[in-house]
T-cell receptor, first 114, second 115 residues
């Protein structure tokens, strides 16, 4: 079984400040990890994914995440927040091997203050 | 290249009724998964279809059923609707890439309100 825990249901940052959204995972086998973003009244858009290659993963819109096995973490960062980054972010985990269900965290709402 | 599409976008039903939601996967994808996202929650896995068969199922009652057609499109059916079935229903499609790294791409969802 696999699970993810997102620390902080709401995060506020000033425009131009560092964005850090935290995600810890639990998995009995090597996981694949994802970050998705959801804007109001929309579906989920894939930001980035980790699939056992490079531990530092770069995604769209300037986001990146680092897989740390020793800490079972996959935190999402962006050096400088933009107003358009305000949305809800979901960390998700699945097992390698294909055709596995994806388990999502409860989400973190990011507010960007001008 | 069209992404994942879902219909309808919004739906209002009353308790006890039945509903059918539809999903067309991204071009080249052969697997469809359905998720329920209640307000303020993360998506919860309902089931996954591949080769017209249900391959995996989450912790949802039998009132939730589905189907996949030869063209890989899919339907989600919910019978005997309850107030608690009100949610955003998301469809995701996927396909194996050359490294067997499946990534799911989501549609915009169908928002179901049960009164």
């Amino acid at each position: 079984a696999q699970s993810v825990t997102q620390l902080g249901s709401h995060v506020s940052v000033s425009e131009g400040a560092l964005v850090l959204l935290r995600c810890n995972y639990s998995s009995s086998v090597p996981p694949y990890l994802f970050w998705y973003v959801q804007y109001p009244n929309q579906g989920l858009q894939l930001l980035l994914k980790y699939t056992s290659a490079a531990t530092l993963v770069k995604g769209i819109n300037g986001f990146e995440a680092e897989f740390k096995k020793s800490e079972t973490s996959f935190h999402l960062t962006k050096p400088s927040a933009h107003m358009s980054d305000a949305a809800e972010y979901f960390c998700a985990v699945t097992l390698s091997g294909g055709y596995q269900k994806v388990t999502f965290g409860t989400g973190t709402k990011l507010q960007v203050i001008p | 290249d069209a992404g994942v599409t879902q219909s309808p976008t919004h739906l209002i039903k009353t308790r006890g009724q039945q509903v059918t939601l539809r999903c067309s996967p991204k071009s080249g994808h052969d697997t469809v998964s359905w998720y329920q996202q209640a307000l303020g929650q993360g998506p919860q896995f309902i089931f996954q279809y591949y080769e017209e068969e249900e391959r995996q199922r989450g912790n949802f009652p039998d009132r939730f059923s589905g189907h996949q057609f030869p063209n890989y499109s899919s339907e989600l059916n919910v019978n005997a609707l309850l107030l608690g079935d009100s949610a955003l229903y998301l469809c995701a499609s996927s396909a194996r890439d050359y490294l067997r790294q499946e990534t799911q791409y989501f549609g915009p969802g169908t928002r179901l309100l049960v009164l």
